[in-house]
């Protein structure tokens, strides 16, 4: 039986991380990533995971921003990159990547589907469509890259706190 909760890694410096992300390696300790399931609710189980991680590499400053990245990819994901009705191949067919470095955070989704991400234009009324919007003003830079052998990873970058004495 498959457990309700998503899958977690930690990992340590050199795993791979989207190329065009940075030029810098991550820090030990530094990377961390959850497997989603491909459900609705996995925004929020993205966001707890987010809060989780920064909390352990004490950077709660960047909670609210990132916490409405993520939600913003994962539900992206599961929303446009996934088939609608299962069976759906993968256990995990969506992961969340969190990358330290030295001067920034990389939050980073992968799904199986190779469309491009696509910024909509909404009108006042619509109630969705904003997401990539979102992105692009909380962060410093948002792209993606097409993931072998499938998929894409989609990834945002945000300035890490300046460290005081």
């Known amino acids: 039986m498959k457990s309700p909760l998503p899958a977690f890694r930690h990992s340590a410096p050199g795993d791979a991380v989207p190329k065009g992300a940075s030029e810098e390696p991550v820090v030990p ?17 993205a966001r707890k995971f987010a809060v989780r991680t920064l909390d352990q ?15 913003e990819l994962v539900t992206n994901a599961v929303r446009h990159a996934l088939p609608p009705v299962p069976p759906r191949t993968a256990e995990y067919p969506v992961w969340l990547g969190l990358f330290r470095y030295t001067r920034h955070l990389v939050c ?35 792209s ?16 890490l706190p300046p460290t005081g004495s």
């Open 57 to 71: 590499w004490a950077l709660p400053s960047l909670a609210a921003d990132v916490e409405l990245i993520v939600s």
């Open 144 to 159: 993606w890259r097409l993931t072998p052998p499938s998929g894409k990873t989609v990834w945002a970058t945000l300035p």
């Open 108 to 142: 980073a989704v992968t799904d199986p589907s190779p469309a491009p991400p696509c910024r909509r234009r909404p009108d006042s009324c619509s109630v969705g469509g904003r997401g990539l919007i979102l992105i692009s003003t909380l962060c410093d830079s948002w």
């Open 29 to 45: 300790g530094g990377f961390s990533a959850c497997g989603l399931d491909g459900h609705l609710q996995n925004a929020g189980q």
